[in-house]
């Protein structure tokens, strides 16, 4: 299984930015799908997740700004961000745990990250 992130980049505050996640490869189902960021000097803290059945959770920091979505039918993860603010700057990296079978364990799988940067 592969993770394929995009939609980083260079945004002035107040902007909006849609970071994409695909996952390819042998997958039965997905459960949990998350975004993470990790700023500079930081640790990676959990931004937002989404569940196979569609509930969704975000940090306190991002509620009302950030929103997840998941197409199960492209094995594919959003996050529409909005009202963009400097802390927002961080790498973004996706996390998907996978089944790859119907009676398989759960596999966890992480995104290579993309860069989105607010400046202000």
């Known amino acids: 299984v592969q993770l394929q992130a995009s939609g980083g980049g260079l945004v002035l505050a107040g902007g909006s930015l849609r970071l994409s996640c695909a996952a390819s490869?042998?997958?039965?189902?997905?459960?949990?799908m998350d975004w993470y960021r990790q700023a500079p000097g930081k640790q990676r803290e959990l931004v937002a997740a989404i569940r196979s059945v569609g509930s969704a959770n975000y940090a306190d920091s991002v509620k009302g700004r950030f929103t997840i979505s998941r197409d199960n039918a492209k094995n594919t993860m959003y996050l529409q961000m909005n009202s963009l603010k400097p802390g927002d700057t961080a790498v973004y990296y996706c996390?998907?745990?996978?089944?790859?079978?119907?009676?398989?364990?759960?596999?966890?799988?992480w995104g290579q990250g993309t860069l989105v940067t607010v400046s202000s």
């Open positions: 996390r998907l745990e996978v089944a790859l079978a119907r009676s398989s364990p759960v596999y966890v799988y």
């Open positions: 490869g042998s997958i039965f189902s997905i459960n949990a």
